[in-house]
């Protein structure tokens, strides 16, 4: 029996009882991205820090850019999925990009900046 789970980042696969013995029981941990650097001139820049219990990006758009428009266009461009369609706001939120997409999407002129997601917390006294 085959069982696969997936969480976050991480893909659990458990071989269970194959062939009327135990196998294997491994997990992957998430691995940070690569950084490439980008083939333009001025790339726009990519802030903060990846932290594998916050996955994902955003792009943030320069001022005066159509959103869902250039939302639009750029998934279509560089073959991603938005997560969290913030286009109205300025920006939009993708879980997954491979290291190539997030050094194209910083050339592309649309964009003011690509932050990785992060953790935040709040506490009071």
Same mark, same amino acid.
């Given at each position: ?13 458990i071989?269970?009882? /194959?062939?009327?013995q ?6 992957? /941990?998430?691995? #940070? ?8 001139k ?5 802030? &903060? ?14 001022? &005066?850019?159509?959103?869902? #428009? ?7 461009? =560089? ?15 993708? #879980?997954a990009?491979?290291p190539?997409?997030? /050094? /194209?999407?910083r ?8 932050? =990785?997601? &992060?953790?935040a ?5």
């Open positions: 029996m085959f069982t696969q789970r997936r969480s976050g980042f991480c893909n659990l696969a071989l269970v009882f /194959a062939c009327g135990f196998i294997l029981c491994a997990a992957a /941990a998430p691995q #940070k991205p690569e950084v490439l650097t980008p083939a333009c001025n790339p726009a820049p990519l802030q &903060g820090q990846w932290n594998p219990d916050a996955a994902g990006y955003f792009a943030i758009f320069k001022d &005066g850019v159509d959103g869902p #428009k250039t939302t639009d266009l750029l998934m279509k461009k =560089h073959g991603f999925t938005v997560e969290g369609d913030l286009s109205l706001t300025g920006m939009f939120f993708v #879980k990009l491979t190539k997409q997030i /050094a /194209a999407l050339c592309e002129p649309q964009i003011r900046l690509i932050e =990785h997601n &992060g953790v917390s709040v506490s009071g006294k």
